[in-house]
Nanobody
Framework: QVQLVESGGGLLQAGGSLRLSCAAS????????MGWYRQAPGKQRDLVAT???????NDVDSVKGRFTISRNNAKNTVYLQMGSLKPEDTAVYYC?????????WGQGTQVTVSS
């Protein structure tokens, strides 16, 4: 189990960019998959992007071409670079680390995009 701490959220205008960071309390090298979910007010938590131990990435259609996920194993950190932000990207963004039998979650970081 690792503790995950997100940072980098904030308030910005549409069209802007932001980079979220997810710092783990321990090594992420062996974690099979890490990534980001988001939850808008009154809605369910939805997957945004995933990166595997081998570096393969996958993201949802709504963020393709705008968001990029990456990981730095040496820093035990996963990043979400977000660009061309839209008001509909407003949500709490949660980092996760998924193993075979368990998933760890961060506490979330708020991203608010104004029009």
């Amino acid at each position: 189990q690792v503790q995950l701490v997100e940072s980098g959220g904030g308030l910005l205008q549409a069209g802007g960019s932001l980079r979220l960071s997810c710092a783990a309390s321990g090594s992420i090298f062996s974690i099979p998959a890490m990534g980001w979910y988001r939850q808008a007010p009154g809605k369910q938590r939805d997957l945004v992007a995933t990166i595997t131990r081998g570096g393969s990435t996958n993201d949802v259609d709504s963020v393709k071409g705008r968001f990029t996920i990456s990981r730095n194993n040496a820093k035990n950190t996963v990043y979400l670079q977000m660009g061309s932000l839209k008001p509909e990207d407003t949500a709490v963004y949660y980092c996760y680390a998924r193993r075979l039998r368990s998933t760890d979650w961060g506490q979330g970081t708020q991203v608010t995009v104004s029009s």
